[in-house]
C-alpha cells in the first residue's frame, strides 16, 4: 500500500505540486493524484489545482501535445493507443483531438512498417496466415488503424517474408 503523508499545509502541496510541474509536463489528473496521496485536504484541492492552471504550471492542452510527441515518436504508439491513454488522464475531447494533429502521418506509417519489419524478424518461420495474424494483432496492440495496420502487414509480408 502506497505512503499517504496526512494532511500536508496548502502552501507545502502547492510548493511540491510546483516543483513537480517544472520539472516534467503534469495534466491536472496527475497533480489532482498526487495531491491526494500526499494527504491534501479535499477542500484545498480544487484551490492549488486553479493556482497551478492559473500560473501555467498545468496545461492539459500543452501536456496532450507534448504527450502525443513522445508517445509516438519515442513508443512507435499508434493513434488510438495515445488517444485511449489521454482519455484516461482525463483529458478533454477537444484538446484531445487538437493534439492529435501534432501526430505526423508519413512518420508514424514508417514507424508501423518498422516495426512490423522487426516483428516479423523475431516470429520463427511458420505458415503466412500465422504470421499475418501475429502481425495485424502486434500492429492493432500499438494502436494504429486498421486498415493502416492490415495494409502495412500485407506491404511487409509481400516484400520482407519468404527472404532467408
Known sequence: MPYKQKNITKESALARAQYLCAQQEKCEYDIRTSLLKWGTRDSEINTIIQSLIKEKFIDDLRYAIAFVKDKSAINKWGKHK?????????INEKNIQLAL??????????SLEKELIKKLKSLKDQDEYILRSKLIRFGLSKGFENGKVFDMVKKVLDTHSLKN
Open 82 to 90: 495515445i488517444e485511449f491513454a489521454l482519455k484516461q488522464k482525463r
Open 101 to 110: 494533429k501534432e501526430v505526423n502521418e508519413i512518420q508514424q506509417e514508417r
